[in-house]
């Protein structure tokens, strides 16, 4: 086993030249390229593709949405079931785009080497999820509606979930950071504490929706509500499961085996053999204390 102070210097090793190559490397090629130089093997393409996550997530929001109102009533809406089905996909597809692509682009969007949660990413991307759903019910409504006037109505009867794409961004912004969940070995456990995670959110979400829409204590305690939170819980968990451990690069989880290794392939003389009494004797401070009074 190797010393926990020979496991701090390894990795700080090997940490070196990884910030020196992403720091000098204008793109994901050129950092491949560097990394191939020095004797490793860049693994490209394990990871599914941005944008196909977010068009599997399209078509799982948009017939989830049409089974949901199939079971509730849609709210009260001036603009029809079909469109409010497509406003509310969008709102949904995009804060989970605001959550994705920058984490699979940027570094700010990324928890790092040192594995540390980007929290102004987080909280930014659930502010600009927001901005957005503001932006798409107002031109919604004054699409449909009509004028200045239609989009504030569709504004205003949107106002109740606009913390929704908040929750939503914020959340999935969290969970795909590459090291959540790092302590837990199985893919299917990650995944499972996703759902947990992701359909709390929604839970929430949705009893806030259900106590800024009700009128008086009998719709808020009516049939509605539990259901309607329990769909939603179920909803955010489906979504929870699928989406944001594909987004996750597993490449970076570090496997049983991490840094067991020797130092001799950076120090010659680091590492003694077992059993084997080194060179030169190690004075020990009785004998500098004998030699200090001689």
């Known amino acids: 086993m190797v010393p926990h102070t020979s496991r701090i210097r390894s990795s700080r090793l090997t940490m070196c030249p990884a910030c020196a190559i992403s720091a000098a490397s204008r793109s994901n090629s050129l950092r491949d390229k560097a990394i191939s130089r020095l004797g490793f093997a860049a693994r490209r393409g394990e990871t599914p593709n941005a944008y196909g996550i977010l068009l599997h997530a399209a078509v799982l929001l948009y017939v989830g949405i049409w089974l949901i109102f199939l079971i509730l009533p849609a709210q009260d809406n001036n603009i029809g079931v079909s469109p409010l089905v497509a406003v509310i996909t969008i709102n949904v597809l995009g804060a989970l785009a605001i959550a994705i692509l920058p984490k699979r682009r940027w570094g700010f969007a990324n928890a790092g080497l040192r594995q540390k949660t980007p929290v102004p990413f987080v909280i930014g991307a659930g502010a600009c999820a927001v901005l957005f759903a503001v932006c798409v019910n107002l031109f919604a409504g004054s ?32 969970l795909v950071q590459d090291h959540r969940w790092i302590g837990t070995a199985s893919a299917r456990r990650r995944r499972l504490l996703d759902a947990a995670t992701l359909g709390a959110m929604w839970f929430v979400s949705t009893l806030i929706a259900r106590v800024l829409l009700a009128d008086n204590a009998e719709a808020f305690f009516g049939w509605q509500m539990p259901v309607s939170m329990l769909i939603g819980f179920a909803f955010g968990a489906v979504l929870g499961y699928s989406i944001p451990g594909s987004v996750r690069d597993e490449r970076c989880r570090p496997s049983a085996a991490a840094f067991t290794l020797p130092l001799s392939d950076f120090q010659a003389s680091s590492v003694i053999p077992q059993g084997a009494e080194p060179a030169t004797p190690v004075p020990s401070l009785a004998t500098a204390g004998e030699r200090a009074v001689a």
């Open 143 to 174: 699409l449909l509606l009509g004028g200045w006037e239609g989009a504030l109505k569709r504004l205003s009867d949107g106002a109740p979930y606009l913390h929704s794409p908040f929750f939503t961004a914020a959340t999935v912004a969290w």
